[in-house]
């Protein structure tokens, strides 16, 4: 038993072969350092690799994290808004935009802000929309008639004036633009039968007063990172008010404003082909009256009035 213990407590020179403390890093009896002891650390490996394994767990999953929302844009109420869809909508807005108020909209410093803003406005208008139609859902409202979607669709192709060729040039494909029309017939009988209940004065209180409540309540999460814009007025508005930003508004609203600034326009100019495009910027309702697809007046509308900008 003693020896057991003294040979755990010596070590031999490896160039003398004699004895020495375990401790002692020199041999004293002829100065050669000796050999150290090595610490057994076996036991302690799977811990270590298991702490690389989980750093390595979390770093492939931010990765992987990262790789799904960068597909996204956002997200409400755990439904999906991916950048394909919301590239698409600044792209046909875009080029209407371009259309009808020319291509240096978007040019230089002033169109880099403009896109910003354009960009600002169709993310919101997702997000609305997405919540809009989740609403719709819920309350049973799926589905278009297709007879209902073809119809607005062949009146949008007349009225552009423009040959299958170039009508799909300036709008996109036209599956996109019959979901579109889907979905916006959609919404605006959920708003009109659900929301309004038949209740047309009151309709644009009522409606954003659901829109602004409804919003509180819902889990909303962006992963777009937009450049902040200036709340001044942007190049499409003209009444120098300090607009700018799209808003929703009631369809009731919208019909009686479009109404009134054709009826002013063909009382005007005695011309009845003209389009109303209706436009809520929040300082002010803003009608565009176009024809041959370019803006010839825009006007603004407050309580039933119109009047040129």
């Given at each position: 038993?003693?020896?057991?213990?003294?040979?755990?407590?010596?070590?031999?020179?490896?160039?003398?072969?004699?004895?020495?403390?375990?401790?002692?890093?020199?041999?004293?009896?002829?100065?050669n350092s000796l050999p150290r002891r090595r610490k057994v650390w076996t036991k302690k490996r799977p811990i270590l690799f298991g702490a690389?394994?989980?750093?390595?767990?979390?770093?492939?999953?931010?990765?992987?994290?990262?790789?799904?929302?960068s597909k996204l844009v956002a997200r409400v109420n755990g439904e999906d808004i991916i950048r394909k869809e919301f590239s698409q909508r600044v792209d046909q807005a875009k080029r209407l935009y371009e259309y009808r108020y020319g291509r240096n909209l978007f040019r230089?410093?002033?169109?880099?802000?403009?896109?910003?803003?354009?960009?600002?406005?169709?993310?919101?208008?997702?997000?609305?929309?997405?919540?809009?139609?989740?609403?719709?859902?819920?309350?049973?409202?799926?589905?278009?008639?297709?007879?209902?979607?073809?119809?607005?669709?062949?009146?949008?192709?007349?009225?552009?004036?423009?040959?299958?060729?170039d009508f799909i040039?300036?709008?996109g494909?036209?599956?996109?633009?019959?979901?579109?029309?889907?979905?916006r017939w959609i919404i605006s009988q959920f708003i009109k039968k659900a929301i309004l209940k038949g209740d047309q004065t009151n309709g644009e209180l009522l409606f954003g007063q659901w829109?602004?409540?409804?919003?509180?309540?819902?889990?909303?999460?962006?992963?777009?990172?937009?450049e902040p814009v200036s709340t001044g007025k942007a190049s499409c508005c003209k009444s120098g008010c300090g607009g700018g930003r799209?808003?929703?508004?009631d369809p009731k609203t919208e019909q009686e404003a479009k109404s009134k600034a054709l009826e002013y326009y063909e009382r005007k100019t005695q011309k009845r082909e003209?389009?109303?495009k209706v436009t809520n910027f929040g300082c002010h309702i803003q009608v565009d009256i176009i024809e041959d697809g370019k803006v010839v007046v825009s006007l603004t509308y407050n309580g039933g009035e119109v009047q040129e900008i």
């Open positions: 038993m003693e020896s057991h213990l003294e040979n755990a407590d010596t070590a031999l020179c490896p160039s003398c072969s004699r004895k020495n403390e375990r401790r002692a890093r020199f041999c004293t009896h002829c100065g690389i394994g989980l750093i390595l767990a979390g770093v492939i999953g931010y990765l992987l994290t990262g790789g799904i929302e230089g410093d002033s169109g880099k802000e403009n896109l910003s803003r354009l960009k600002n406005e169709m993310l919101e208008e997702l997000i609305t929309e997405k919540i809009l139609l989740q609403e719709a859902k819920s309350a049973g409202y799926t589905s278009a008639p297709e007879e209902e979607i073809m119809r607005h669709l062949e009146m949008i192709k007349k009225q552009s004036g423009l040959s299958e060729v040039k300036r709008i494909p036209l599956e996109d633009l019959k979901e579109e029309l889907s979905r829109l602004t409540n409804t919003k509180a309540k819902a889990k909303i999460e962006t992963y777009e990172k937009l799209a808003q929703s508004l003209a389009e109303a």
